[in-house]
């Protein structure tokens, strides 16, 4: 199991006042996202826990270009992935900021 950990400073926090949302689901290589209202207005953390070794870059840069797109300002948000492809994983992120937006 790797653990993976990154941080973001973002221009604002992401819209809404929903506490946490959750999208996915940890099955038949998909994976799990929690995000949470945790942090001050202008950071962002993600923490990843997946059982495939050595994709630190591209994870690195799925992270990257959602926080690019989204602006999850204060957020704290948790993968549990279970293999899923990086196309997956932007979308469970981008499926779960909209969550937090309503």
Same mark, same amino acid.
């Given at each position: 199991?790797?653990?993976?950990?990154? $941080?973001?400073?973002?221009? $604002?926090?992401?819209?809404?006042?929903?506490?946490?949302? %959750?999208?996915?689901?940890?099955?038949? #290589?998909? *994976?799990?996202? *929690?995000?949470?209202?945790?942090?001050? =207005? &202008?950071?962002? &953390?993600?923490?990843?826990?997946?059982?495939? $070794?050595?994709?630190?870059? +591209?994870?690195?840069?799925? +992270?990257?270009?959602?926080? !690019?797109?989204?602006? =999850? #300002?204060?957020? $704290?948000?948790? %993968?549990?992935?279970? #293999?899923?492809?990086?196309?997956? +994983? !932007? *979308?469970?992120? *981008?499926?779960?900021?909209?969550?937090?937006? +309503?």
């Amino acid at each position: 199991m790797e653990k993976l950990s990154f $941080r973001h400073t973002t221009q $604002r926090a992401l819209a809404g006042a929903k506490a946490q949302a %959750i999208t996915g689901v940890v099955a038949s #290589g998909n *994976l799990e996202v *929690l995000l949470e209202r945790a942090l001050p =207005p &202008t950071e962002c &953390t993600v923490e990843i826990e997946t059982p495939i $070794r050595g994709y630190g870059e +591209v994870w690195a840069a799925v +992270v990257a270009d959602f926080v !690019s797109r989204a602006q =999850p #300002g204060g957020l $704290r948000i948790t %993968i549990n992935d279970g #293999g899923a492809r990086p196309d997956t +994983v !932007s *979308l469970r992120l *981008l499926q779960g900021a909209r969550l937090m937006e +309503v």
